[in-house]
């Protein structure tokens, strides 16, 4: 069975540090995946990966994909109040199936 | 470019009464999802169309939940008739490249059915 595991479920930081979060999946057909931020709303999109090893950044996020290992992560460095948020990954498969986890709820403390 | 449009925002009805969903993709975009979303179950995908045609509806719930897109720029998902558990938010979402690429979401309409 397909399957997208995020880890840790959730996390409670301070202003200024950085975080890791991770996004490992099991997928037949692997299209591409995909890191969505959420907060009291709906998602929106940040990161497409699709090749091994190639850093995506923006600003101070950053996600890289390992698909040897079938693993994600996704950086935000010196972290702010408004990174609070729900980070979720999901994976494209087969021809249109979005694959989703169940989301890292992060928490930036002042 | 207005995004991905939902309307209601939030709609509170009592149970058996009908709901209906709209949404209105981005232009251009060929692929449409309906989503719900609750804190036990997470992002569920209920239907996925593609080119206006429903490709996948093997995640709405049961017969009471239908969905249809009768053009490119306009959906609709409805419950018929509602319950207490289908209280949930509802997204929609469309991208482009028959789903293989990034998928914009809506806003959302929060249920509540009492």
């Known amino acids: 069975e397909d399957k997208v595991v995020q880890s840790p479920l959730s996390l409670v930081v301070h202003e200024g540090d950085t975080v890791t979060l991770n996004c490992s999946y099991e997928v037949t057909n692997f299209r591409s995946l995909l890191w969505y931020k959420q907060e009291k709303k709906a998602p929106t999109f940040l990161f497409m990966l699709?090749?091994s090893g190639i850093e995506k950044k923006s600003g101070r996020l950053s996600s890289i994909l390992d698909k040897k290992e079938l693993f994600s992560i996704l950086n935000i460095t010196a972290t702010q109040t408004g990174d609070s948020a729900i980070y979720l990954c999901?994976?494209?498969?087969?021809?249109?199936?979005?694959?989703w986890g169940a989301g890292t709820k992060l928490i930036i403390k002042p | 470019d207005a995004g991905v449009i939902q309307s209601p925002r939030h709609e509170v009805t009592e149970m058996g009464q009908e709901v209906t969903l709209r949404c209105k993709p981005i232009?251009?975009?060929?692929?449409l999802f309906w989503y719900r979303q609750t804190m036990m179950r997470g992002l569920e995908l209920l239907i996925y169309?593609?080119?206006?045609?429903?490709?996948?509806d093997s995640g709405m719930p049961e017969d009471r939940f239908s969905a249809k897109m009768p053009n490119a720029s306009f959906s609709t998902l409805k419950i018929q008739p509602s319950e207490p558990r289908d209280s949930a938010v509802y997204f929609c979402?469309?991208?482009?490249?028959?789903?293989?690429?990034?998928?914009?979401f809506g806003p959302g309409t929060r249920l509540t059915v009492t």
């Open positions: 169309f593609n080119n206006n045609v429903p490709i996948d």
């Open positions: 232009s251009g975009h060929n692929s």
């Open positions: 979402a469309s991208s482009s490249g028959q789903g293989l690429s990034e998928q914009y």
């Open positions: 699709t090749s």
């Open positions: 999901a994976v494209v498969a087969s021809n249109y199936q979005l694959i």
